[in-house]
């Protein structure tokens, strides 16, 4: 079964400076996707961005960018040039179902502060 | 372009009281459609999806049921809420092609059982 791990809790970066989340993954299908949502406190989920597993090249979307490292089972976000805004939580997520539906699992989040 | 609306943003209710939550989306035809809760602090687990008028799948075993009674009207109910109940509920769709088309949330409605 697919399986979404985020191992920071809470982390903190200076506006302006560029910061990874990290998200590892465990799944035995070939073709997959991640995603990345953004969630501030006032609780709506923003779409980010996503990446396939067979996309050659690492998403980009804006200051948003994966690093994806399949061999690592990782789709790590990074923000560039981080503003105040950005605080918020963010979750990295996969289709439960290998793909066959578009059913959701997600990670526990990481909670992203952005200090000026 | 599509929008999703959910309603009410807030909710405070008493134990053994019903539920309904209603969830609407404009802009898009036959969509997939999906409620998810997320418990304080922790991720999102998804509850119920449909893929089409009457057709829903129930995720996990609970004391709430859904109902697709028109093609982009999702509604969340319940006979008699338990304090479990409490937390953030989630609307979303998505396109039915491409199952690795994203999720697109409504704006949520945050439910505490008393």
């Known amino acids: 079964a697919q399986k979404i791990t985020q191992t920071q809790p809470g982390m903190f970066v200076q506006e ?30 923003i779409f980010l961005i996503y990446q396939g597993s ?11 960018s ?3 490292q399949k061999a690592r089972k990782s789709a790590n976000l990074v923000i560039s040039a981080s503003q105040l805004g950005d605080s918020a939580m963010y979750f990295c ?17 990481t909670l992203l502060a952005v200090q000026p | 372009s599509q929008t999703i609306h959910q309603w009410p943003a807030t909710l405070v209710q008493p134990v053994g009281s019903p ?21 304080a602090g ?15 799948s129930s995720e996990v075993p609970q004391n709430l049921s859904a109902s697709r009674p ?6 969340l109910s319940s006979k008699k809420l338990l304090l479990s109940d409490s937390g953030f509920y ?7 092609t491409g199952t690795n088309s994203p999720l697109h949330f409504g704006n949520g409605t945050r439910l505490t059982v008393t």
């Open chain 2, 90 to 96: 989630l609307c979303a769709w998505s396109t039915r």
């Open chain 1, 54 to 64: 067979y996309d050659e090249q690492n998403a980009t979307e804006g200051r948003y």
């Open chain 1, 93 to 109: 997520a996969m289709p439960r179902d290998g793909g066959a539906t578009n059913k959701l699992i997600f990670g526990t989040g």
């Open chain 2, 70 to 75: 028109q093609d982009r009207q999702f509604i």
């Open chain 2, 19 to 39: 539920l309904s939550l209603e969830c609407t989306v404009e802009g898009t035809s036959n969509p997939n459609l999906y409620w998810y809760r997320q418990a």
């Open chain 2, 42 to 56: 922790r991720g999102l687990q998804l509850l119920f999806y449909s893929v089409g008028i009457g057709q829903i």
């Open chain 1, 16 to 45: 302006k400076e560029a910061v990874t989340l990290d998200c590892t993954y465990d799944t035995s299908d070939q073709s997959y996707g991640l995603f990345w949502y953004k969630q501030p406190s006032s609780g709506e989920m």
């Open chain 1, 66 to 68: 994966l690093n994806f």
